[in-house]
């Protein structure tokens, strides 16, 4: 589920850093551009994990920032595909379930991904597994199992100044969604499974 990433990087320290150690104004600076962003075909960088390599500082023409270069390892949340996890419903409609963990929110099993029998009770608002003689709910918050069936990018760079004041914010695609399924034994809401 979090894997580390090498990512070489120019560094700007500013002068109001001058006055941290290098390699506290060095990190403080790198997990301020990645930790908790999407980084495309890359993952959602959690924090920083270590620095190998930086060059000298070089102070750059007119405006004071001291310019590095950095090589460092970032830990990445990116499950591989066929990874099982446990995440939170979040929400439910007819397409499927919106599931979350506690610092990633888009993950999504879609209707077709549910175990067979499974139907949406639109006065409950809620996926209902109907298996023999039972009706086993997906109630919202309750965690659940599932497995990454794959991965959709969305670039975020925006196309021209027009094109993000004609789209409304709901419609705006995340950066980076995982697909899942609840489809094999011993998926879906974790109180089913025990004992």
């Known amino acids: 589920m979090f894997i580390l990433t090498k990512i070489a990087d120019l560094v700007q320290i500013s ?5 941290k150690e290098s390699i506290v104004a060095l990190e403080d600076n790198l ?17 920083l994990w270590d620095i190998t390599w930086t060059s000298e500082g070089l102070i750059g023409q007119g405006d004071g920032f001291v310019n590095v270069n950095v090589e ?27 599931l979350a963990t506690d610092f990633f929110h888009d993950i999504f099993v879609p209707w077709s991904e549910l175990p067979d029998g499974s139907e949406f009770e639109a006065k409950e608002g809620l996926w209902v597994w109907k298996e023999e003689d039972q009706e086993l709910f997906y109630d919202n918050n309750e965690m659940v199992r599932l ?44 109180l089913w499974w025990e004992e």
Request: with cysteine; net charge neutral.
């Open 147 to 190: 497995q990454v069936l794959f991965e959709e990018w969305h670039d975020q760079a925006p196309s021209g100044p027009l094109d993000l004041a004609d789209q409304p914010a709901s419609e705006l695609l995340p950066p980076y969604k995982i697909i899942g399924t609840m489809k094999a034994p011993g998926l879906g809401c974790a």
């Open 31 to 47: 997990n301020a551009k990645y930790a908790n962003k999407v980084i495309q075909n890359i993952g959602l960088c959690v924090c």
């Open 72 to 98: 460092c390892h970032m830990v990445v949340f990116r499950p591989f595909k066929g990874e099982v996890i446990v995440a939170r419903i979040a929400r439910q409609s007819r397409e499927g379930i919106n």
């Open 15 to 19: 002068p109001q850093d001058f006055g």
